[in-house]
């Protein structure tokens, strides 16, 4: 039993200040490395102990340098009225996934985290754990500036946008609970509104803060959906041509008009949002980018199935798609753009694909798994990306960090005029989860911040966390970057672990299944029996 | 399920025999082909796809239409062995009409010989279906050597709502038919069906701008959805009933088809609607 590590990273403006997510729940730490505050994303109100602070105390905190647990939580609760929570929620990934399927009907093998494909349909019966109130942050961004932020929990598909203060404070603004679970998101070029892709291969546009009309809801195309539903009969007694069949129309004309009645109740009571269905692909989507070439904008979209589409980015014309970068041969799972007419994808596959994304082409494939078997001791012959970064050293060329699930290492790549080289490898003390770049003012070394699980290693973990903070160190590792390339090769924790333990001991296994879900992307070989009949 | 392991066995010795006949001019048994009229479009399934459309070997499906080894360019000091490849499989012309759920292949046979200066695909994504429409045309093939009829026309595995830029080309197609879809009447399954507001981005992709959708249905609610979202979809505009009467495709989707001629035996209704692939507009 441990607890979650912490999970996702992300910079908040220019000012150092980093947030992270564990679990549900939100943390900032200043510059100083200090926790300035930790906001939950569930469970609003019971999370407030007696000693809530004031706004401005956290400030004094920081300056003391005593990490103190703050909750914001009551800078939430006013959004509470205009949302309303979801009616379940639930902290297990995989048991979400599970029933998210059995309500949809739909065999997604792909949403199965067991690798052995064969099994897929003992696993459907499994039944859904209900569980703690708890869903994990499953996806977090901000926006450039650091003003808002946005984190998605699983479970509840929920998009919750948050205001940062630019001191480490958040407050909740909305929390949208979005059809499908997202698996990535992105925003537009003017930071206004929020792209959303989701697990089911479609993508959302929603304004990043709603304004109060949109909130009202009926969207129109939702409403005309909505009537044409209504209206249809289906299949009628001339296609039909057996009595069996007749009799189950005939059943279905009952459950029919029941049906319409109750969709009439439901629209009633279901509060909408906006959202425009801006394009899809029939795959899980991974990863989702915007570019602009020529001045205008692009949306680039990955898929479990190979594919990354270059779709034009105005939401007006999001449907004309430019082209496909082919090429791969399994999944995609990361993509980024260091330069802004050069793409690098990464997933499944041995290499690093780099791309003129603007014209289809591929231009370069990039060893990865050769690196990593030499340099991090991989052993096996795939390799799964969980992410790249592209970074600025200052006065140094542009780097790509890559980082693969379940590898030790972060590899550095170069990035010039075009063209991708391997430079170097950073080993780490445990498996890499997400990464950040922290610009501190008045440093001339930004600071690349590595999440890092270590739970396979520190069997012993120590228990709740004490009074004094220093004993215990966050697994957020910080690696500086100089204008010399990683002058100093060992990542160093000096994120304290932040006291006051609302998070929840997990069994390992657990913790696996929230932490490392891109591997299971992988198609794995069926059976041609199984394989013909549906 | 009784019976399961002989029906098997007799559809294995069928086979063979069919394989041992080499120009087999005798037509193939349905009853040795059927398999449940569903597939679910999500699932991986087993499939065999060219990674992009250059990677594309379309020799096999259609060998009268293989570039002369002659007519090939010399080949250049590259030795790039993928380019070289390319060249062995290079076509004389690319496919232009394609057919989605061909299923058993009756459009694709009385298409191919009305047009005889195109190249036809037929998409099924059921293999034993796949397989008798391929038997189909290659006995069809060999009763016709003389007249070289139905070289142009061909089928092909594929699950096309994944992968269909896979096979084909930005613009690369000017007509697409979809016959009889898969109603998919349930609410949550109509991500499965093959007319959808997102999937109709790519027929636009593959399709060349003034390109026909052609749709047909004897399921009037389905007709009503794949015109609706046909029509509600930029790139599209919908055909006038004019246009469409006088469009001598429409006449062979209606009677030619394997389910139309079905609809007709039990006197159902049919829908058609055509659509148009506008051009893309500017920015």
């Not at chain 2, 636009?204 to 009037?220: H, K, S």
Request: proline content about 6%; overall charge negative.
């Amino acid at each position: 039993m441990a607890p979650l590590p912490f999970q996702f990273l992300c910079a908040l403006g220019q000012d150092g200040i980093l947030c992270t997510s564990r679990g549900d729940s939100l943390y900032t730490f200043a510059a100083d490395c200090s926790l300035v505050a930790e906001h939950s994303l569930s469970s609003r109100g019971a999370a407030a102990p007696d000693g809530a602070k004031e706004e401005d105390e956290p400030s004094q905190v920081a300056q003391n340098g005593l990490p103190e647990v703050t909750p914001q939580v009551q800078d939430g609760e006013p959004s509470e009225s205009s949302t309303p929570p979801p009616k379940r929620r639930k902290v297990d990934s995989e048991a979400d996934s599970s029933s998210a399927q059995s309500a949809v009907g739909i065999v997604q093998p792909e949403t199965q985290p067991a690798a052995n494909g064969g099994s897929q349909k003992k696993k459907k019966a499994q039944k859904p754990v209900e569980a703690t109130e708890k869903p994990c942050v499953i996806l977090l961004k901000a926006t450039s500036n650091g003003s808002h932020v946005v984190a998605v929990t699983g479970g509840n598909k929920t998009v919750c946008v948050l205001e940062h203060d630019g001191k480490g404070h958040l407050t909740e603004l909305s929390q949208r609970q979005m059809v499908k679970r997202p698996s990535d998101l992105t925003l537009t070029a003017d930071e206004k509104t929020l792209l959303v892709a989701d697990k089911f291969g479609d993508v959302y546009a929603l304004p990043l803060i709603p304004s109060a009309d949109d909130s009202l809801g009926e969207d129109s195309a939702a409403a005309l959906q909505e009537s044409i539903r209504l209206a249809r009969k289906g299949a009628n007694n001339l296609t039909v041509h057996t009595q069996r069949n007749l009799r189950s129309l005939e059943e279905q004309a009952r459950q029919r008009a029941e049906k319409a009645k109750q969709q009439q109740e439901q629209k009633e009571a279901g509060p909408t949002f906006k959202q425009d269905l801006l394009l899809g692909h029939v795959s899980m989507l991974t990863s989702i980018a915007v570019a602009s070439a020529d001045g205008k904008p692009y949306i680039l979209t990955a898929d479990r199935d190979e594919h990354i589409r270059v779709s034009r980015g105005i939401l007006s014309m999001a449907h004309v798609i430019e082209n496909f970068c082919l090429g791969h041969r399994a999944f995609v799972s990361a993509m980024c753009l260091p330069e802004p007419d050069r793409l690098v994808s990464g997933g499944g596959d041995n290499d690093l694909y780099v791309w003129d994304w603007k014209a289809g082409v591929l231009k370069s494939k990039v060893p990865l798994l050769r690196h990593a078997k030499e340099q991090a001791n991989v052993t096996g012959d795939k390799i799964a990306v969980t992410g790249l970064y592209p970074c600025n050293v200052p006065g140094g060329a542009g780097l790509i960090m890559a980082i693969c699930e379940r590898v030790k290492a972060v590899f550095v790549y170069k990035v010039q005029d075009g063209d991708l080289t391997y430079a170097e490898t950073i080993n780490l003390a445990g498996y890499p989860l997400d990464i950040a770049f922290i610009q501190v003012p008045g440093q001339q070394q930004s600071r690349m911040v590595i999440s890092l699980d270590q739970g396979t290693e520190t069997s012993h973990h120590s228990s709740p966390p004490s009074s004094s903070s220093s004993s215990s160190l966050s697994g957020l590792y910080v690696h500086l970057l100089g204008e010399e390339l990683s002058a100093e090769k060992q990542a160093l924790p000096v994120y304290p672990n932040p006291e006051g333990g609302r998070v929840d001991d997990l069994p390992r296994a657990e913790i696996e299944k929230v932490l490392y879900t891109v591997e299971n992307l992988r198609k794995t070989e069926f059976d041609d029996v199984t394989a013909g009949g549906d | 399920m009784a019976g399961a392991a002989n029906k098997k066995q007799k559809r294995a010795d069928y086979r063979l025999a069919r394989s041992q006949q080499d120009g087999a001019t005798e037509m193939p048994k349905k009853k040795f082909y059927r398999q449940r009229a569903h597939a679910n479009p999500f699932s991986d399934h087993q499939l065999e796809y060219p990674m992009s459309p250059e990677d594309m070997d379309w020799t096999p499906f259609f060998p009268a239409y293989k570039t002369d080894p002659e007519e090939l360019p010399e080949a250049t000091a590259s030795n790039d062995a993928q380019i070289e490849q390319r060249q062995q499989s290079s076509m004389r012309q690319d496919v232009e009409i394609l057919d989605i759920g061909c299923g058993f292949g009756g459009l694709l046979v009385a298409l191919a010989p009305k047009l005889p200066d195109k190249l036809v695909l037929g998409m099924e994504i059921r293999t034993q279906v796949t397989e008798f429409v391929q038997e189909r045309i290659r006995s069809l093939r060999a009763q016709h050597q003389d007249s070289n009829e139905f070289q142009n026309v061909s089928c092909i595995r594929a699950n096309t709502m994944k992968f269909l830029p896979n096979f084909f080309k930005k613009g690369q197609l000017s007509k697409i038919f979809i016959c009889f879809p898969d109603p998919h009447f349930k609410a949550r399954k109509h991500k499965a069906r093959i007319v959808s507001t997102t999937l109709n981005s790519e027929y636009a992709l593959v399709l060349r701008p003034g390109g026909i959708v052609y749709t047909i249905t004897d399921v009037e609610d389905l007709h009503n959805w794949m015109v609706h979202h046909l029509e509600l979809h930029p790139a599209f505009e919908r055909v006038s009933e004019g246009e469409q009467e006088s469009d001598e495709c429409v006449k062979i989707m209606t009677t030619e088809t394997e389910e139309g001629k079905k609809v007709e035996r039990n006197k159902g209704q049919k829908f058609v609607a055509l659509f148009r692939r506008l051009e893309d507009p500017p920015w």
